[in-house]
């Protein structure tokens, strides 16, 4: 217990804020399925921010330059989860601009000979 004047918490209590505070409980994004590579900016042309939770300024100042959304989770402490739905609704907000990451067709670019040839090896063992 505390005594007066001593704070009820300290450094190791972690954030007073939960994550499903920050986004109002949604556990999904309203718009683009974004993957932990997908890199995100601010558009040349973005308007004025107008929320006023922290967390949006924080990630509009790191995306500046391009940033990957793992990143951004990375560099403000966030739970990924919780950066992926605050990263859609600046998106959402036209304040950024995103690129999925390209995922190529294993078939098609001789990966799957080089998988196939691992699991002959492995077999011979």
Not at 35 to 58: H, Q
Not at 103 to 117: C, F, K, Q, V, Y
Request: charged content about 25%; proline content about 9%; glycine content about 8%.
């Amino acid at each position: 217990m505390t005594r007066f004047g001593q704070p009820w918490f300290d450094d190791a209590a972690g954030p007073l804020v939960r994550p499903y505070a920050l986004t109002r409980g949604r556990t999904a994004g309203g718009g683009e399925n974004l993957d932990l590579l997908t890199v995100v900016i601010v558009k040349p042309s973005a308007p004025p921010l107008r929320r006023i939770e922290p967390e949006y300024a924080d990630i509009v100042r790191l995306c500046r330059s391009p940033q990957s959304v793992a990143e951004v989770s990375a560099r403000l402490e966030l739970p990924l989860a919780v950066t992926k739905i605050l990263v859609g609704d600046l998106i959402n907000d036209n304040l950024l601009d995103f690129r999925s990451p390209v995922h190529a067709d294993p078939a098609s670019t001789g990966e799957m000979n080089i998988l196939r040839a691992v699991l002959d090896g492995i077999r011979k063992l």
